[in-house]
């Protein structure tokens, strides 16, 4: 037995470690967390003095009886989680519920997994950090105290099913508000003036009126007034500049770069980072510093020199703005500058490739720029034209890494030809072009990142887990719009003629950009009425400012949650009770036929148009919006015609052919078969013919290719790409196979290996039970029975799992026959009411 008990959070993180220490460490993970709040109760004393109930959840309690024993037979524990407040958490509650003494416990940091930073941290350690631990407890009860109060008060007043966080709503009320920006926004036009003009040498270059013109009046008779004109350059001036590198990888500007340059979602982005950082590849992901130690800036230089030379070299130290910087001391940067890439999964080549070039670029010299600016007079008016040019003279940092920006239309400065003032200069052509002034840009995932950053909202280790839960919430949604067609017009001079044409230019295209959903306006909206100080962008900066100050031991915790509950739970208190309901609702006309108001709301299932309320005699009509409608900006016509739907076309095969609108898009339905319009079509456009058409092509498509073991075999694409189908088994057709032309024999390879893996994930099958033990994703294990699905984590010891332990966990979680007695109890309270009111 081992004499000294490393604990680290991942196993990753441990297997890597236990390579750098002898056969005196044992290393074991405690796969995270090993605490928390309970999950049905809000676990904090709100009328004592706000201490927080920690359990075991039921997933970590082997994990927990196994370090216990570990730490038992163990002369020394070292606590090695990460050293970010989370992490110091985690030390804690190891501390506590494993019962360790003072006198048998070390708690370690360290930046990076290399063997001299694991050994440097197991030569000074130290103890927990309460201040810490304090902040680390005072965000999760303050965030367990506003999901909690909030969310019941959104079930009662919006809908059920919703929930609230500080965090989370703040983000997607900055969301909402841009949408509201863009749908306000009325477009003005004006007109460009570009032109390209040519030395005596032929040397072509392009140039521009710094300001448009209002009208289409103005800017033809500008053209107009250019006609016959001779033009010069009135000034020449050439100025040197520099451009300086970016500093190395903060948490939020790993996230941006990623999402600009490789299209990684913020989640994802973090994913491959802490696997960077647990294989040693890269040091701590969470952090707001900019700083570089001096070994690193050091290992920098030398390769540097190595690589480039001396004159690439110039090492910097930068200066964070963030305040109480998640007690991180370095940006994230290589564990070694020497290692230019790694190999292994792609992502994570990319990623670390992005990283390394970021932080040796941070430690290389300026670019060096020469900067020029010409003007050009013409004779037959004062308008000057412009035009700059940037030459680069030396590279420098350039070499190896440009930072990326979230400006769509930047313009780039390209060389001019050589010029001097005075000198005689031909036009080739001058365009007045129509342009429009652009709403404000949706947000991307880097972009909000980056406005919750400037507003000093979350922390490093909130951004990821924030942006996934509000659209796990469906509060917000990844755009798909494809924009809309607009006209605009140009005038073009050349050779003396001025002619002019219509052009066409496609705008509001944002796919891959976050909208808020209709929930997500109408939760908005309740939470700003009535919580407009939760909501507050500078109250939320404020308790992030209080928890960076009880890190820094200079306030306490429970004093501020005191602070806050005594004026917050009233407050609730009073709006559940006296708040209207919200449903977003506004009216849009009257019903010709009824007489009755016509409205949209957001109702169970989504958003909705109606006909009448429910305090009428009569049941109200009710229609869905399609998906691309916007329950803000839906008019009275376009709610109309939702009324039309579902529309009969005509009969098929003895079954009604109808179209409709769905939750998913509008669709032709035949009997219990549905098949969706192409993206645009208007199902109330669709006639017979168009639903036969698709109907025929569904069939089509469903037509058995291939027989195999007496089941057919049929082919479709569907979310995740090129299927089959067969024996109600779905099998993904990855690129190793031509899906248009497979073979009978890559039929059956890609059944049979189906069925191998299948096999393959069974570790028990007690079939007279009908209960199987199988291997699920993530190193975790499902325990099936009939329909029921129960997961289990990864420290399960499955291959010793007997009969009874596993009917023991299904009768635990109530995954066993008990359910379905109590579903029949249910039913039949339900018909006793109902027979009650009858009577």
Known sequence: MAKNLVIVESPAKAKTIEKFLGSDYKVASSFGHIADLPTKEIGVDTEGDFTPKYIVSKDKKDVVKKLKNLAKNAEMVWLASDEDREGEAIAWHL????????????????????????????????????????????????????????????????????SAGRVQSVAVRLIVEREREIQDFTPEGSFRIDAEFSTEGGKAFKAKIPKNFDTKEEAEKFLKDNIGANFKVADLSTKPAKKSPAPPFTTSTLQQEASRKLYFSVSKTMTLAQRLYEAGHITYMRTDSVNLSEEARKGAKDEILKAYGDKYSKTRQFKGKSKGAQEAHEAIRPTSFQKHGISGERDQQRLYDLIWKRAISSQMSDAQLERTNVKIDADKHDNQFTANGEVLKFDGFLKVYLEGSDEEDEEQSGMLPAMKQGQKLLNDYIT??????????????????????????????????????????????????????????????????????????????DKGKIVPTATGMVVNDFLVNHFANILDYNFTARVEESFDNIAEGNEEWKSMMKNFYKDFHPHVQDVAKNAEREVGERILGED?????????????????????????????????????????????????????????????????????????????????????????????????????????????????????????????????????????????????????????????????????????????????????????????????????????PKTTQAEEMTLEEAKAILEKNGKGKKKTTRKKTTAKKKTAKKTTKKK
């Open 95 to 162: 501390s506590e519920e494993l019962g360790l003494t003072e006198a048998k416990t070390k708690r370690i940091v360290f930046h990076e997994i290399t063997k001299t930073a694991i050994l440097k941290a197991i030569e000074n350690p130290r103890d927990i950090d309460y201040n810490l631990v304090n902040a680390q407890q005072a965000r999760r009860v303050l965030d367990r105290l506003v999901g909690y109060e909030l969310s019941p008060v959104l079930w009662r007043k919006v809908k059920g099913g919703l």
């Open 432 to 509: 007045a072009t129509e342009r429009f002034t652009r709403p404000p840009y949706r947000y991307t995932e880097a972009s909000l990142v980056k406005k919750l950053e400037e507003l000093g909202i979350g922390r490093p280790s909130t951004y990821a887990p924030t942006i996934s839960t509000i659209q796990s919430r469906n509060y917000v949604e990844k755009g798909s719009v494809d924009g809309n067609e607009r006209d605009y017009i140009q005038f073009t001079l050349k050779e003396n003629k001025v002619a002019e044409k219509k052009l066409t230019e496609t705008v509001g295209s």
């Open 592 to 792: 010709p036929e009824s007489g009755k108001p016509v409205s949209v709301r957001l109702g169970k299932f989504g958003p909705m148009v109606q006909i009448g309320s429910v305090e009428d005699d009569e049941k109200p009509k009710f229609a869905s919006l399609s998906p691309d409608q916007n329950m803000e900006t839906l008019t009275y016509e376009e709610a109309m015609d939702l009324f039309q739907l579902p529309k009969k076309l005509g009969e098929y095969e003895g079954e009604d052919v109808e179209v409709n609108n769905g939750r998913y898009g509008p669709y032709v339905r035949y009997g219990k078969k549905f098949v969706s319009l192409e993206k645009g079509e208007d199902p109330l456009n669709t006639d017979f013919d168009r639903a036969m058409e698709l109907i025929k092509e569904k069939e089509k498509a469903d037509a058995p290719i291939y027989t195999y073991q007496d089941h057919p075999v049929q082919k479709g694409v569907g979310r995740f790409g090129p299927y089959l189908k067969w024996n109600s088994i779905f099998i993904n057709v990855n690129k190793k196979y031509d899906f248009d032309n497979l073979s009978d024999a890559n039929i059956e390879e890609l059944i049979e290996d189906k069925l191998k893996k299948e096999r393959d994930k069974v570790i028990h099958n007690w079939e007279e039970e009908g209960i199987r033990l199988e291997k699920a994703r993530w190193g975790r294990f499902n325990l099936i029975q009939g329909k029921s699905k129960l997961e289990l």
